[in-house]
């Protein structure tokens, strides 16, 4: 027999504590599924297990999620760690492994919290050991204090710079930043300040980072228009374009960044509708501004349904939380609406500030479809660009035909590392834009799982 709850959350970073502690407040049944071993997501990753005065080399922002984290803890909301859900139908039946055993929860709402990823950056030679993310890079750092000497930083972003700041707090010496923002971006999100300085906290903090950065002697190298990982058996050296002239500097590290995407696994395999956002080069699920989706009594809240941050995140699960209530018959519409409006107003403000970042940020077009054709697209099934462009070639219209001609996105991962890159290289091939080509489909398990789990599912669904 399936376990029942009122709301399920699938995800405890920002969005789902937030969603998770007002729906608890309110008297739902609450249970929080996360993969994680305690909560915080990627941005409070392991802040419980910091030390009161907190980590300084972090930076302040990471030690201000410490009440968020307390409130949560303090919640009547059943947490569940290290539970890994692969599998949520539009009945609302949700299975997951914990325990070492299948796992069958039924709930009456599910919100959606799962966050976001890092834009795959597919150039020449990133799959040598030694290429890794930035956002890798941080987690060695908030999960276990350790970090790669000499390494060098890639890309552009706003991460990418914090992530540097750590490092350079922490003690360990960074080789160099090459920074890969085009000047014409700039340009282009000129109009876009004056939105950008509604929150100018957020701003005024970027530049200070830069300016410690280069303050604190790090090699700062802009204008960067190409990379290259060199290396045999591993990762030996980083070459850039700048101009026309290449450069190289040795090195065993390299880490990576071109922005964060949302994670839409769950929500494409549930059948949520999604669109393509130009701007931010990536699928956003439908959503209205309570998070519901065009599946009824699914919710999506924070960075899986759109890039925002933390604040976004927090305010998203909220008002979620709220519109869960409401639906469940707890609150009133018009209760509902007004404990919301504060969290409204400060939500359209931070989306102002937003769409300067993803204008200014916005990833060269040769790191979303690599021009070398021998460069490793799907690096499950180890499918260059080049067998991509040569499958539309002969015809292939879309990224689900194209598992047939090359089984690009028929690996572990499913997509998650290679179905942006995939559907850019096509609607460049075919000259027609990514949402007429479409994103590839994910199918439960979207976890690797065990015949007996699955055996397990299916009885306690019999």
């Known amino acids: 027999m399936a376990e029942t709850c009122q709301l399920a959350i699938i995800g405890a970073g920002p969005a789902g504590m937030a969603a998770a502690i007002e729906a608890a407040g309110l008297g739902l049944s ?37 009440p968020l984290l307390e409130a949560f803890r303090e919640s009547a909301a059943d947490y569940r760690p290290q539970s890994q859900v692969w599998e949520v139908t539009q009945q609302r039946d949700i299975h997951f492994q914990a325990d070492g055993a299948v796992q069958h929860l039924r709930a009456e709402h599910i919100i959606i919290a799962g ?13 040598l050991p030694g290429v890794m993310t930035a956002g890798a890079a941080q987690i060695l750092l908030k999960t276990a204090s350790l970090g790669a000497r000499h390494a060098v930083f ?18 360990l010496p960074v080789a160099a930043v090459l920074e ?32 410690d950065l280069k303050r604190a002697g790090v090699s700062w190298i802009s204008g960067v228009e190409d990379l290259r990982a ?43 509708r999604h669109t393509w956002n130009a701007v931010q080069a990536c699928w956003h699920v439908e959503r209205d501004i ?42 009133s519409a018009e209760e509902r609406d007004r404990r919301s409006r504060k969290s409204l107003r400060i939500l359209t403000r931070e989306g102002r500030t937003r769409k300067f970042l993803d204008i200014l940020y916005h990833p060269r077009d040769r790191f979303r479809r690599p021009p070398d054709d021998q460069t490793v697209v799907c690096r499950c099934e180890e499918i ?35 179905g942006l890159t995939v559907s850019e290289i096509l609607a460049q091939a075919h000259g027609t834009g990514v949402a007429d080509i479409g994103h590839l489909r994910t199918r439960p398990p979207l976890k690797p799982v065990t015949l007996g789990a699955l055996a397990a599912c299916k009885k306690s669904r019999g």
């Open 30 to 66: 609450v249970v929080v599924l996360d993969e994680q071993a305690a909560p915080g997501g990627q941005i409070y990753r392991s802040l419980e297990k910091q030390p009161p005065a907190g980590r300084p080399d972090l930076g302040e922002d990471y030690d201000q999620g410490r």
């Open 115 to 127: 966050g976001a990823q890092e834009r795959p950056v597919p150039i020449p030679g990133w799959t």
């Open 154 to 171: 890639a890309g552009s972003g706003p991460l990418l710079y914090l992530v540097v700041w750590q490092y350079v707090q922490a003690g």
């Open 180 to 211: 890969t923002t085009p000047l014409a971006n700039y340009r282009r999100a000129a109009p876009s300040l004056p939105g950008g300085l509604s929150v100018p906290s957020y701003l005024i903090k970027g530049l200070r980072l830069i300016a």
């Open 230 to 272: 060199d290396g045999e058996k591993a990762l030996e050296a980083v070459s850039y374009r700048k101009g026309s002239r290449w450069r190289q500097i040795e090195t065993g590290h390299l880490f990576l960044h071109q922005g964060v995407v949302p994670d839409t696994n769950l929500t494409v395999s549930l059948g949520c």
């Open 290 to 331: 309570w998070g519901g989706t065009s599946l009824d009594g699914i919710s999506v809240a924070g960075d899986g349904g759109g890039i925002g941050g933390a604040m976004a995140a927090r305010l998203q699960g909220r008002l979620a939380a709220l519109s869960a209530a409401q639906r469940l018959g707890v609150l």
């Open 384 to 418: 260059t660009a080049g067998e991509v462009r040569a499958a539309a070639a002969l015809g292939c219209q879309g990224p689900n035909q194209l598992k047939a001609f090359t089984r690009a996105g028929m690996g572990p991962c499913q997509g998650r590392q290679c």
